[in-house]
């Protein structure tokens, strides 16, 4: 007998003319044949588009969190390669999931686009992050058990039924449990089949009346589906249960870290923090966590979690900053926080202090709140003493949008710290000219030296007609009270691209004015090799002197997955730079950062030296 392979749930869809001449999708994988189920039935259910055009293919999947799906990996396989493990990271073609539609003529639901995968490297599954969390259907539970033959499973889906090519509507039928591997499950169903488009789908348990995700359909042969003349019913699911570690660990993934530094343990050497958005947890909660590198004065302890949000805080709507605000001696945090709209349709934001207890943190306390309209989302937030009180403030960099002249308006907001809270912001400067919000990038640091900390901006001043790119640097120095208007403390004479630009400031020679760095995306090298740039603007106490190159990278050092910070953490009296490094993403899709620290020689800087490497999670 000739026995033919199962065919693989895996996105082989394509467009096929109709006899009316109307074009129908013959989605990926095999689907359920079954029967319709009710309007808002297995609500958790997502029909996936994977592609677009003559390559798009479709699959099922079920929301297990907020803001993951969890699929069949072969579903995002391309032609010829491996069904699993993918690449981590985002998938190869566009990808929608469209969820809480049974009916896919209708307009109920939500649909949003997939932006990350992570796969499993033994099995046929994948997690599919949505670029938003899906917050008003429940995700399905994994089961906590193995399926065991003779059990029966309920296995639902988007793809073909035994009439139609394109169904629009979910399907569902039971299946049997033959037999139970160490990742799969084999079924059957007689009369019916796993079908093209149901690849990824659910085969649930019914337990106590709660509905458990047991697998995920692979692969099947066919039997029943519409133009097919197999006969074998048999189907493969992956099995779920025994995930559930797995998959609570992707959806607590750290991303989008954001650095600062500070002598968080009032030793007199910097340490460095990094705040890491670990996207919601099971209940729908956004998550956030807090680590930090606390500096021995030749290296960095192994990072240290000094806090986790319980209630739900969005690393997203965070932004981080540093500095003494209590004026104990130990740098603290601080976070501008975005608090949404309000019913009247006013812009809330809030601001939450970490509090150094010289071990650790202490729980975020609000410390600001605004009362009128303040947009977070126009907000670039800064630290330093700028009214010389020993205690530090936070100042805001704000977008004040267009006035009727079509002139760009930015403003500088002070918050003094009164030592327990911040006052409410004082108007410390308005542009009077054209100053473009977007087109800013603050820093804070005493660049005159006179013990009050001032405002310095590095400005994208476009092209020249000879095409080079135009830099700035503006310094606003304070009187203590208020910001004066700014001079332009430094001009790009040769080409200096904004946009590849990430200032940081600090005192890098000693002589106790701060002083300003660049690090600097200078492109690819002939063999791929990522090459980086350091520029060091020192301060005259007036202006900027012209930037020095102080280091090149040799080996890759890629600009884009670094995040440059700032301080003293020698306790030599020069601050040197540090950089959060993402190197790479293991296999389950968990994510390596690398810190690394370049110190200063008040005339230069030492190559780096990597201090620690691997993951918070």
């Known amino acids: 007998m000739n026995i033919q392979p199962f065919r693989r749930v895996q996105g082989i869809a394509a467009l096929a003319a109709m006899a009316a001449g109307v074009l129908a999708l013959s989605s990926s994988a095999q689907a359920v044949v079954g029967d319709a189920v009710a309007d808002g039935t297995y609500a958790f259910t997502a029909k996936l588009d994977i592609g677009e055009g003559d390559t798009k293919r479709a699959c099922t999947g079920s929301l297990v969190d907020a803001q993951w799906i969890l699929t069949a990996s072969s579903c995002f396989a391309a032609a ?33 686009e997939v932006t990350e995968l992570v796969s499993r490297s033994d099995r046929d599954l994948v997690m599919a992050k949505l670029a938003q969390p899906v917050t008003d259907i429940a995700p399905v539970l994994l089961a906590d058990s193995a399926p065991v033959a003779g059990e029966s499973l309920r296995a639902v889906g988007y793809g073909r039924t035994a009439t139609s090519w394109v169904p629009d509507r979910l399907h569902a039928g039971t299946f049997d449990v033959t037999a139970t591997g160490a990742t799969t ?10 079908c093209k488009g149901d690849a990824g789908g659910p085969a649930l ?44 660990q992707v959806r607590g993934l750290p991303k989008d870290p954001q650095v600062a530094s500070g002598d968080f343990n009032g030793d007199g050497r910097e340490d460095i923090a990094a705040f890491y958005d670990n996207g919601t947890g099971p209940d729908g909660k956004n998550r956030a966590s807090l680590f930090a590198f606390y500096s021995n004065g030749t290296g960095f302890a192994e990072p240290k979690r000094v806090w986790a949000s319980t209630g739900s805080f969005s690393g997203a709507a965070s932004k981080l900053t540093s500095g003494d605000y209590n004026g104990d001696g130990k740098d603290d945090l601080a976070v501008l926080y975005n608090s949404g709209q309000a019913a009247d349709g006013k812009y809330a934001t809030t601001v939450f202090t970490y509090t150094s207890n010289g071990a650790g943190f202490a729980a975020p306390k609000q410390t600001w709140a605004s009362s009128g309209s303040f947009d977070w989302s126009k907000s670039k937030p800064v630290s330093g003493d700028f009214n010389g009180d020993g205690k530090d403030d936070l100042a805001v960099f704000y977008n004040g949008g267009q006035a009727n002249d079509g002139k760009y308006v930015s403003l500088a907001f002070t918050f003094t710290s009164n030592g327990t809270a911040f006052n409410n912001p004082t108007t410390s400067w308005t542009s009077s000219g054209s100053f473009d919000w977007s087109k800013s990038k603050p820093v804070s640091g005493d660049f005159n030296g006179d013990g009050k900390d001032d405002l310095a901006v590095f400005y994208n001043g476009g092209q020249a007609n000879d095409g080079k790119h135009v830099s700035l640097a503006f310094t606003f120095t304070s009187n203590g009270t208020a910001f004066n208007n700014p001079t332009t403390s430094w001009t790009s004479t040769g080409s200096f691209n904004w946009s590849k630009s990430k200032p940081v400031s600090g005192d890098y020679n000693g002589d106790k004015k701060d002083d300003l760095a660049v690090l600097y995306d200078s492109g690819q090298a002939a063999d791929g090799k990522h090459v980086s740039t ?84």
């Open 80 to 112: 010829g390669q491996p069904a699993f493990p993918l690449p981590a990271g985002a998938p190869a073609q566009k990808t929608t999931a469209t969820i809480g539609r049974t009916d896919l003529t209708g307009t109920g639901g939500k649909v949003v």
């Open 185 to 194: 499950v084999a079924v059957t169903r007689d009369g019916g089949a796993i």
């Open 205 to 248: 348990r019914e337990q106590n009346g709660t509905l458990l995700l047991a697998a995920v359909h692979s692969a099947s042969w066919g039997a029943g589906c519409f133009g097919s003349d197999e006969t074998r019913p048999g189907a493969v699911e992956s099995r779920t249960d025994d995930l559930t570690d797995w998959v609570t």
């Open 534 to 617: 350091l520029f060091t603007f020192t301060s005259t106490g007036t202006a900027f002197a012209a930037p020095k190159q102080t280091w090149a990278s040799t080996g890759s050092f890629n600009w884009n997955v670094s995040l440059p910070t700032s301080g003293d953490y020698n306790k030599d009296g020069k601050d040197d730079l540090g950089v959060l490094y993402e190197g790479s993403k293991t296999a389950d899709g968990r994510r390596l950062d690398s810190l690394f620290t370049f110190t200063s020689t008040a005339t230069g800087t030492k190559a780096p030296v990597l201090h620690w490497s691997g993951g918070v999670v």
